[in-house]
């Protein structure tokens, strides 16, 4: 396997569930991010992490909690989400986390909270 | 604040016809970053060109080029040879270089572009 790998794919979930979104990087880099992408708004930055170390966390509810074990791996946990959580959730990596980085997505994880 | 904008909710272009999808910014930074991704329906982003606000020339990759015009705040993404496989999203993104906050991806909503055979 190539690049950055996500799953699952889709998810469905109820407002009480638990469920944890993974994300597989194969290239090597130091740097990963989730984003959520909703309809008719900007790309959002939740969490990124360079060489497994949070470093930014952009005021994401409790609800969504991050866990990168090492620099090939990213988690997102999910707990007790609101509808309006349904988005497409979308994994990132970067050789380092650089300004002028080009960042390599996977296909993401389409969430829908019930 | 920064911000980035895409004026074009929606594109259609011929096959094998060049299109020019739009993007504004606004920072009161220096030194910026500006990126081009594509977003075909499996839902993965691809990076596609970049352009440093201090860049001479205008970027080129293959068939995309940036009309980088600074003193409009303008980056412009040029697509020659339209192809059926360039339907998609296309987003537009900035980037600050000075460390801190500013080095976040402000990115804009987008431009869905159809090319029609």
């Known amino acids: 396997e190539t690049g950055v790998t996500q799953t699952p794919r889709h998810l469905v979930m109820g407002m009480t569930n638990k469920k944890s979104l993974k994300c597989e990087q194969h290239l090597g880099h130091n740097a990963m991010y989730w984003y959520k992408q909703s309809a008719k708004k900007p790309l959002e930055l939740m969490f990124v992490?360079?060489?497994?170390?949070?470093?930014e966390n952009n005021s994401v509810p409790s609800r969504f909690s991050p866990e990168c074990p090492n620099s090939s791996h990213l988690f997102l946990h999910l707990h007790t989400l609101q509808p309006e959580d349904s988005a497409l959730y979308l994994c990132a990596s970067s050789p380092t986390f650089s300004t002028n980085e080009k960042l390599f997505f996977g296909s993401g994880t389409q969430l829908s909270v019930l | 604040a920064q911000k980035i904008t895409q004026t074009q909710p929606g594109m259609f272009v011929q096959e094998k016809e060049a299109v020019t999808l739009d993007c504004t910014y606004d920072?009161?930074?220096?030194?910026?970053?500006l990126f081009w991704y594509k977003q075909p329906s499996s839902g993965e982003m691809i990076f596609l060109i970049y352009q440093g606000s201090y860049d001479q020339q205008n970027a080129t990759e293959g068939r995309y080029s940036l009309n980088f015009q600074k003193a409009r705040k303008s980056a412009n993404l040029v697509i020659s040879a339209s192809q059926l496989g360039d339907s998609a999203m296309y987003f537009c993104a900035m980037r600050g270089t000075n460390g801190g906050n500013n080095r976040k991806l402000i990115w804009g909503l987008g431009t869905s572009l159809a090319v029609n055979p």
């Open positions: 992490y360079s060489l497994e170390e949070r470093v």
């Open positions: 920072t009161s930074d220096p030194s910026y970053g």
